[in-house]
């Protein structure tokens, strides 16, 4: 029996021999592919957006129509993140406690944002709410249509992030609440929605984040007006269009920090809350 | 009840506003013109060539995101790290996709692999050209089967791959029978998010495609250049092919998702 024992744990040993070289190669590999993909070109948008040194870069980031654009998608984010933290919840409430026909499809429905090409999905905003609309409803280059389609794609996040949390929650807190009296809506505000917080929060950094860079749904519908629909993106696309790489670049780093501060918190509290979870 | 009710009706109603009502109408007005017009629309030598264009740069990012994917996931769950600083550093990494807007991957590569760029030198063109959509259909699509496989691999556990290691499996064998098998509607599901994002990407492909006619224009630009060109309904029947593959994504994860989380 000992003996078994032995060439046994002789045989893990080498097992984990043999990872460990296997190992340092994935480790080569990924890193590899990481920086070719990856860090190489992001570390050229920073390169390249102080070519001229920090005071191009500033001039760049500063000009009226950069700081219009910058301003216009921080502000158009921030309203349709809040939107999407109340919607979200809402729909997500809907699909865990409510009961109805085709309940199934409507799940199933919430990730067609992510499935459908942006572009797609401009164009079809654009059939209901611009010049052609049947219902009569013009709202093609305007701030509302950018929200619009911000919102269409930023759907599912906040719902797909509150929906498990919502349907893990024990529901006997709740009933007690309820037997001593408290109201539909004390119950959700007291019991329900802190225990949502976390999820709606990770739920909205996701969908700044996606706000903030959102190219492809806006190009239709936004008409790319400067100083009034023109978004960040668009913006640089145009910079990039008329041969400016280096302010298209410089505007790039300053919409990168945007969603990476925005992320980088969200980690931050994530890593926080596990370890909280854990102790 | 009736605030139930009241709540179902506003989430359903914000639903079809800003989801159901508008895809509904742009199946209307594509179908409109009747089935013939819109096969017409789709089997253009133009369409025809931005349809395999598509399905080509889809095949080789999900190929390569697949096996990069997983053996990230590997790396990052399975892997030993005398320090938390390198799992930490791939993992940020690897979220960065998801936090880049698609032009900026654009301009990126353009900066990189352009004119008067880092590697400008290189003996084959990649802006506007085929390695250069393939390297931004990468970029984007890149987190999803990492993302996917991670927790799965995390819920299994190692116990069975340690007890085929004992009993003398290679690490190649142990990956095959033992991991792979239990990670495989991850991987799955990871490779249908992967496909969906790799066909319906415009904003990294458009600015490096340079929409060479019958060369570099996708699916997605093909519906962008037709809208520019007050081709409407060829437009629409360009969206509706793609709405076609967007819903069997959608199916496919419907499917997938209770088998991936079981």
């Keep these: 029996m000992s003996t078994a024992a032995v060439t046994t744990r002789a045989g893990a040993r080498s097992a984990h021999l043999s990872s460990r070289g296997s190992g340092a190669l994935a480790l080569g590999a990924v890193t590899v592919w990481l920086s070719v993909i990856v860090v190489l070109p992001l570390a050229a948008v920073v390169v390249r957006s102080t070519d001229g040194g920090l005071d191009a870069f500033w001039t760049s980031v500063s000009s009226r129509q950069a700081v219009s654009a910058l301003r216009f998608t921080l502000a158009v984010s921030l309203a349709v993140t809040a939107i999407n933290a109340f919607a979200g919840t809402l729909i997500a409430w809907v699909l865990v406690r409510d009961e109805f026909p085709g309940k199934r499809a409507v799940n199933a429905l ?18 209901l709410y611009g010049p052609t609309s049947p219902a009569g409803i013009d709202i093609a280059y305007t701030q509302a249509a ?18 498990p949390v919502l349907m893990e929650l024990d529901r006997e807190m709740e009933e007690a609440a309820t037997s001593l009296g408290a109201s539909p809506a004390t119950v959700f505000g007291r019991i329900v929605l802190p225990n949502l917080v976390p999820a709606i929060v990770s739920g909205c950094a996701l969908a700044f984040a996606r706000a903030v860079g959102e190219f492809g749904s806006l190009v239709l ?54 370890r909280h979870d854990g102790a | 009840m009736t605030a139930r009710r009241g709540l179902r009706v506003a989430a359903l109603g914000y639903l ?34 931005a349809f395999w264009l598509t399905l080509e740069i889809a095949a080789i990012a999900v190929a390569i995101n697949t096996v990069m994917g997983v053996l990230t996931a590997l790396l990052l769950v399975r892997g030993r790290f005398r ?21 900026v991957v654009g301009l990126s590569l353009v900066l990189v692999y352009g004119r008067g760029g880092w590697l400008a030198g290189l003996p084959f063109q990649v802006i506007f050209s085929l390695p250069g959509i393939v390297l931004a259909t990468v970029f984007v699509s890149l987190p999803f089967v990492a993302r996917e496989v991670i927790p799965v691999l995390r819920e299994v556990g190692d116990e069975q791959e340690q007890a085929a290691a004992t009993l003398g499996a290679s ?16 991987v799955a599901y990871g490779v249908v998010l992967t496909t969906a994002r790799a066909i319906g990407e415009f904003g990294a492909v458009s600015v490096v495609s340079g929409k060479v006619a019958g060369e570099t224009v996708t699916m997605t630009l093909l ?19 793609l709405a076609l593959i967007a819903l069997a994504t959608l199916l496919l994860m419907t499917l997938l998702r209770p088998r991936k989380d079981a």
Excluded: M
């Design chain 1, 221 to 274: 519908i936004s008409g790319n007006i400067p100083f009034h629909t023109q978004v960040a993106s668009v913006y640089i696309f145009k910079q990039l269009e008329s041969d400016n790489p280096t302010g298209a670049a410089a505007v790039s780093v300053v919409l990168l920090l945007f969603s990476l501060v925005v992320l980088i918190g969200l980690r931050a509290l994530e890593h926080r809350r596990s």
């Design chain 1, 110 to 127: 919430i990730d067609l944002p992510f499935a459908l090409p942006t572009i797609v999905a401009g164009l079809t905003l654009l059939a």
């Design chain 2, 83 to 103: 320090n938390r600083i390198p799992p930490t550093l791939i993992e940020a990494l690897l979220d960065l996709p998801f936090a880049v807007s698609p032009v």
């Design chain 2, 223 to 241: 519906v962008e250049n037709r809208f520019q060109n007050f081709d409407l309904a060829g437009a629409y029947a360009a969206s509706a092919l």
């Design chain 2, 16 to 49: 079809a506003v800003l989801l159901v009502v508008p895809v509904g109408l742009v199946v209307y007005r594509t179908f409109e013109p009747g089935i013939g017009s819109v096969w017409d629309s789709i089997t253009t030598p133009a369409a025809i060539s």
């Design chain 1, 146 to 163: 950018v929200g619009l389609a911000l919102l269409f794609v930023t759907l599912p996040f906040v719902v797909r992030s509150v929906q």
């Design chain 2, 171 to 186: 690490r190649w064998q142990t990956f095959w029978r033992i991991t792979l098998p239990a990670i495989r509607w991850g």
